[in-house]
C-alpha cells in the first residue's frame, strides 16, 4: 500500500517563510510527477506546483517567483520552498504523485494534508 506523508505545515507571519516536505513509502516500483495542491475554506482545491522525474516544474501564477518545488528521487520525497508567504496562501496543502507499483500498473495518490496558516 502507498502512502504519501506530509509535513512541516505550521503558523507563519506575513513575508515569512515555511517549507513542506512529502514522503512516499510502501510498495513504490516509480514514481513520475510529483506535486502540492493547496484548499482553502471554501474554495476548490488548485494546483500549487509539479515537477516531473525529469525535474522539469510548473507553478501557479499566484505563487511564481515565492515558491519553488524540488524532489529527491532516492528518497522518495517532494518539497516545496515557501518565501515571502501571504495571508492569501493560507490553506491545507497536499501532496500528490502518480505512482507505479508494478511495471504496468499504477495511479494518482494523496496525502492527508498538512496546515499553513499566514497571519500577524
Known amino acids: 500500500q502507498v502512502q504519501l506523508v506530509e509535513s512541516g505545515g505550521d503558523l507563519a507571519q506575513p513575508g515569512g517563510s515555511l517549507s513542506l516536505s512529502c514522503v512516499a513509502s510502501?510498495?513504490?516500483?516509480?514514481?513520475?510527477?510529483m506535486g502540492w495542491y493547496r484548499q482553502a475554506p471554501g474554495k476548490q482545491r488548485e494546483l500549487v506546483a509539479r515537477i516531473s522525474s525529469g525535474n522539469s516544474a510548473i507553478y501557479a501564477d499566484s505563487v511564481r517567483g515565492r515558491f519553488t518545488i524540488s524532489r529527491d528521487n532516492a528518497k522518495k520525497t517532494v518539497f516545496l520552498q515557501m518565501n515571502n508567504l501571504k495571508p492569501e496562501d493560507t490553506a491545507v496543502y497536499y501532496c500528490?504523485?502518480?505512482?507505479?507499483?508494478?511495471?504496468?500498473?499504477?495511479?494518482?495518490?494523496w496525502g492527508q494534508g498538512t496546515q499553513v496558516t499566514v497571519s500577524s
Open positions: 500528490n504523485a502518480d505512482i507505479n507499483d508494478t511495471p504496468f500498473s499504477g495511479a494518482k495518490y
Open positions: 510502501g510498495r513504490i516500483f516509480s514514481i513520475s510527477d
